[in-house]
């Protein structure tokens, strides 16, 4: 279990520093920048996008770093804390997400709730899914809800609990001979929202069903690993 768990916060570091030359990229603009699939790291460059910065080999991005302060959180309360989390990603600034001065601000004034989209939210909550076993959704939502104050619409809060419960899956080694997918078990719960109020739980349900049948697969060929 802790071998997988390590794996999982190396993948996606990993994952990241590789897939980032194709940031931006629509899948048919990938082989005709670079001739081809991107199958490891590439040479240090100026990406698609960002030719203004060179960019080392193997280098992270802001996903990953944020991924590291949601984990350096956690383990220095011994649990998921709100606050403890938005204090580490304001703590300093991290190169590469552009609304970090908005949310380093918004934390200062002690309303650091933003009601934005993105993927933020679903690549830093690793650490989140290595806590929680995947028959403990409600508790695997409350805390990923901890983490997604700079990302907190329904879209965003919804990826971050699919991911999160796909990854928990992965970790215990549920697969297909369990008979159950963790993330279509989460995305048809009743109610996403236990001990959070102010979702609206109707339309993060839809969400939530929606993406977990896109993720299904995704969630197979992690367990399968």
Known sequence: LRHRAGAALWGVAVGDAIGKPAEGLWPWEIPRRY??????????????????????????????????????????????????????????PIDGWPAWERFHEAVRRGEPRLLRSGVGAAMRIAPVGLLHPPNRADALVFDVAQTCDSHYSRTALAAACLVAGGLSAAVEGWGRARGSNPLAAIGARRDLTTGLPDWSSTRVRVDASRIGRMFERISMSWVSV
């Open 35 to 92: 001739g081809g699939r991107i199958t490891g790291l590439l040479a240090a460059d100026r990406f698609a996008g960002q030719e203004g910065r060179l960019w080392r080999r193997g280098q992270v991005t802001d996903d990953t770093i944020s991924m590291l302060r949601v984990a350096s959180a956690i383990l220095e309360r011994g649990r998921v804390e709100r606050g403890a989390v938005n204090a580490a990603l304001a703590s300093a």
